[in-house]
Nanobody
Framework: QVQVEESGGGLVQAGGSLRLSCVAS????????IGWYRQGPGTRRELAAR??????SYADSVQGRFTISRDNVKKTVYLQMDNLRPEDTAVYYC??????????????????WGRGTQVTVSS
């Protein structure tokens, strides 16, 4: 059983920064692919950023502002969010996919999920 827990959300003014953390108790953490999804009020869940052995990728809406990274010793993935905008307001979820899992990021029924952390950006 994989345990996933996000933290670091909060309330910040537009232009500010937050750093989210996702701790995953999975044996193959270093080889796992991890994505940060977000879901705002009245919106569908979207993939904001992901990281795997192949590298990193970002949604156009966060490109240049967000940075995803990982610490394989601490089994933690981070999402550094800079120059936040009100439209970034959402619950942010961490999705951990162990080796040989599907990497179709449009699918949300794959991998292990945390409960999410709320990010609110005021104008």
């Amino acid at each position: 059983q994989v345990q996933v827990e996000e933290s670091g959300g909060g309330l910040v003014q537009a232009g500010g920064s937050l750093r989210l953390s996702c701790v995953a108790s999975v044996g193959a953490f270093s080889r796992s692919a991890i994505g940060w999804y977000r879901q705002g009020p009245g919106t569908r869940r979207e993939l904001a950023a992901r990281i795997s052995l192949s590298g990193t990728s970002y949604a156009d809406s966060v490109q240049g502002r967000f940075t995803i990274s990982r610490d394989n010793v601490k089994k933690t993935v981070y999402l550094q969010m800079d120059n936040l905008r009100p439209e970034d307001t959402a619950v942010y979820y961490c999705n951990v996919r162990r080796p040989f899992s599907s990497l179709d990021w449009d699918r949300t029924d794959i991998g292990s999920w945390g409960r999410g952390t709320q990010v609110t950006v005021s104008s």
